[in-house]
């Protein structure tokens, strides 16, 4: 076990505001299958509220799965028929540091980096 913290932030860069009630699923991967750890949504801010990995927290590949579809199509924003559904973020933890995954998000395209 390692000490650390995963968080996420999403933002809506069609609105240019943070993406509120998206929902997201944490996976931790085994090879070629991942294993469901955390369901969550996004809150006003566009962040989870509590971290998505803290006491769980190791060392491994994990992906986050973003439901921008889904949340574009509540909002009303975008395509009949989406270009983007689920969008998978997987990266790996390797320290025992905080880790933070955000999301820059619209109808059409997205980016991710390594935040702090």
Same mark, same amino acid.
């Given at each position: 076990?390692?000490?650390? *913290?995963?968080?996420?932030?999403?933002?809506?860069?069609?609105?240019?505001?943070? *993406?509120?009630?998206?929902?997201?699923?944490?996976?931790y991967?085994?090879?070629?299958?991942?294993?469901?750890?955390?369901?969550?949504y996004?809150?006003?801010?566009?962040?989870?509220?509590?971290?998505?990995?803290?006491?769980?927290?190791?060392?491994?590949?994990?992906?986050?799965?973003?439901?921008?579809?889904?949340?574009?199509?509540?909002?009303? *924003?975008?395509?009949?028929?989406?270009?983007?559904?689920?969008?998978?973020?997987?990266?790996?933890?390797?320290?025992?540091?905080?880790?933070?995954?955000?999301?820059?998000?619209?109808?059409?395209?997205?980016?991710?980096?390594?935040?702090?």
């Amino acid at each position: 076990m390692a000490g650390g *913290a995963l968080t996420t932030h999403v933002l809506d860069t069609m609105q240019g505001k943070p *993406a509120r009630g998206m929902r997201l699923e944490l996976h931790y991967v085994h090879g070629d299958h991942t294993h469901h750890l955390v369901d969550s949504y996004t809150n006003e801010d566009g962040r989870v509220d509590q971290p998505l990995l803290s006491d769980e927290f190791q060392h491994g590949e994990y992906e986050i799965r973003f439901h921008v579809g889904q949340y574009f199509e509540r909002i009303g *924003a975008g395509p009949e028929t989406p270009f983007l559904d689920v969008v998978p973020i997987r990266f790996t933890i390797s320290e025992d540091r905080h880790y933070h995954v955000p999301l820059l998000v619209s109808p059409f395209a997205y980016s991710t980096y390594r935040g702090s």
